[in-house]
């Protein structure tokens, strides 16, 4: 599985729009970009999916350019329950990968008033 | 959607002892995942069990510590055998959603071994 690289910790406002960036430059050709979000004594939940350009979904957006290197969730004004952990995952169902998450570092999101 | 609920929520065990912690699911499901997040760190895969056969388990993870029962496809249980405090950790089952790489996650056990 490829190995992915985003930031730490991010702080926000809430109402604002919030951008967390994923480095995968190992990304191979049959691998999708996964987001999970975790909440503090709770099991990661999914997010969003996508192979190529941009994905929406009632609550966040996903953009890929064209070479995949990177991925970027996009979550539009956010508010103070967006308080998590946002995991950024590379794999491929199809070899397995997506059956064996590798979870990153993850990037802590803090959301104030 | 998947629901899935574990039992217990949280323990607290001394050294040496074995804990067993259950995993139900409300539809069936041929694999079932374990997950380990230690204080503070990401989620790491432990084993996927699989109804009828041996669990597979990840690198670094082996059997007589980790046993997995997998009776039927609603239910699977993982033993944190011979604990030390070092197996302080939130233990997590998942199961397969519908997505590429989508997961339902449970709840999670919180185990503080003193």
Redesign the interface.
């Known amino acids: 599985l490829a190995k992915t690289t985003q930031p730490i910790s991010m702080d926000s406002y809430e109402g604002q729009e919030v951008n967390i960036t994923c480095s995968h430059n190992n990304i191979a050709t049959n691998d999708?970009i996964?987001w999970y979000q975790q909440f503090p004594?709770?099991?990661?939940?999914?997010i969003i999916?996508g192979y190529k350009t941009k994905v929406t979904n009632e609550v966040a957006s996903l953009f890929i350019p064209a070479d995949r290197k990177s991925s970027t969730l996009s979550l539009p004004r956010v508010s103070l329950s967006d308080t998590a952990v946002y995991?950024c995952?590379v794999?491929?169902?199809e070899k397995g990968?997506?059956?064996?998450?590798?979870?990153?570092?993850?990037t802590q999101l803090k959301v104030e008033l | 959607s998947a629901v899935i609920s574990q039992k217990p929520s949280r323990d607290i065990c001394q050294r040496g002892t074995s804990l067993t912690i259950q995993c139900q699911v409300d539809s069936q499901v041929t694999m079932m995942f374990w997950y380990r997040q230690q204080p503070g760190q990401s989620l790491t895969l432990i084993a996927t069990a699989n109804q009828g056969s041996e669990a597979t388990y990840e690198s670094g993870f082996v059997i007589d510590k980790f046993p997995i029962s997998r009776p039927n496809l609603t239910f699977s249980t993982l033993t944190v055998s011979n604990m030390s405090p070092e197996d302080s950790s939130i233990y997590l089952c998942s199961v397969p959603g519908l997505a590429t790489n989508e997961q339902f996650f449970g709840p999670g056990t919180r185990l503080t071994v003193l």
């Open positions: 999708y996964t004594s709770q099991g990661p939940r999914f999916q995991y995952l794999g491929d169902v990968g997506g059956n064996k998450l590798t979870f990153g570092t993850g």
